[in-house]
């Protein structure tokens, strides 16, 4: 009886080249996503966006692209940057400064996608922690609940002063409590025209 092994390996190493020919493509996919990002259409430059958050790590390239985005006077735009930023992971932590400045965007949205971007970035962001600190008094549950899941540094944050659902003493829209969320909107679908 013939061991499978050698079949086995040749299929394990049909895998790792496919890999790696991925890998070499991921450079032109991020440079004509990069292309896309300067198109006068806002749906193209969008989906471009989206393009770049899927391929992760590898559209480090498009930092600087990125970043530029989070300023976009589109919410559904800075959304999705933040959220490609940390995707990318540590490699985006030149983009600190520009998650912590997202930590204070009027959509709540926006202010969790870069909350959660920076604890993706992990130790690189490490001077985001004050930043996300005063987060956890932010007026919406779920951006103070990104900030406490977990702080840059890697260790687990305190709980202790984050409103839960279940702890919140609300009445109506009058909060008794002091970090009582307020009640907020839905986030809106990415409809471009419609928010600005």
Same mark, same amino acid.
Request: glycine share 8%; hydrophobic share 45%; charged share 20%.
């Given at each position: 009886?013939r061991s499978?092994?050698? /079949?086995?390996?040749a299929g394990?190493?049909l895998?790792l080249?496919?890999?790696?020919a991925?890998?070499e493509?991921?450079?032109?996919?991020?440079? !004509?996503?990069?292309e /896309?990002?300067?198109?006068?259409d806002?749906?193209? +430059?969008?989906h471009a966006?989206l393009a770049l *958050?899927?391929?992760g790590?590898h559209a !480090? !390239?498009a930092l600087?692209?990125?970043?530029e985005?989070?300023?976009d006077?589109?919410?559904?735009?800075r /959304?999705?940057?933040?959220s490609a930023?940390g995707?990318?992971g540590?490699?985006?932590?030149?983009a600190?400064?520009a998650?912590?400045?997202?930590?204070?965007?009027e959509k709540y949205?926006?202010?969790r996608?870069?909350?959660?971007?920076l604890?993706k970035i992990?130790?690189? #962001?490490a !001077?985001?922690?004050?930043a996300?600190?005063?987060a956890l +008094?932010?007026a919406n549950?779920l951006?103070?609940r990104f900030a406490? #899941?977990r702080d840059? +540094?890697? #260790?687990?944050? +305190?709980?202790d002063n984050? #409103?839960?659902?279940?702890? &919140?003493s &609300? *009445?109506?829209?009058?909060?008794?409590?002091?970090? &009582?969320?307020?009640p907020?909107?839905?986030v809106?679908?990415?409809e471009?025209g *419609?928010d600005?």
């Open positions: 009886m499978a092994r050698p /079949l086995i390996l394990f190493v895998m080249a496919a890999i790696a991925a890998a493509e991921d450079a032109p996919s991020v440079a !004509k996503q990069l /896309l990002l300067k198109s006068d806002a749906k193209v +430059r969008y966006v *958050r899927t391929m790590p !480090k !390239k600087g692209a990125l970043i985005t989070l300023g006077k589109s919410s559904s735009m /959304l999705a940057a933040a930023l995707n990318i540590p490699p985006a932590a030149g600190t400064g998650l912590v400045a997202a930590l204070k965007d949205y926006v202010r996608s870069a909350a959660a971007a604890a992990g130790p690189g #962001a !001077k985001a922690v004050g996300l600190t005063e +008094r932010d549950i951006v103070r406490a #899941a840059p +540094r890697g #260790a687990v944050r +305190r709980r984050v #409103a839960s659902p279940e702890s &919140c &609300c *009445r109506g829209d009058t909060p008794t409590g002091t970090s &009582c969320p307020a907020q909107p839905d809106p679908s990415p471009f *419609r600005g």
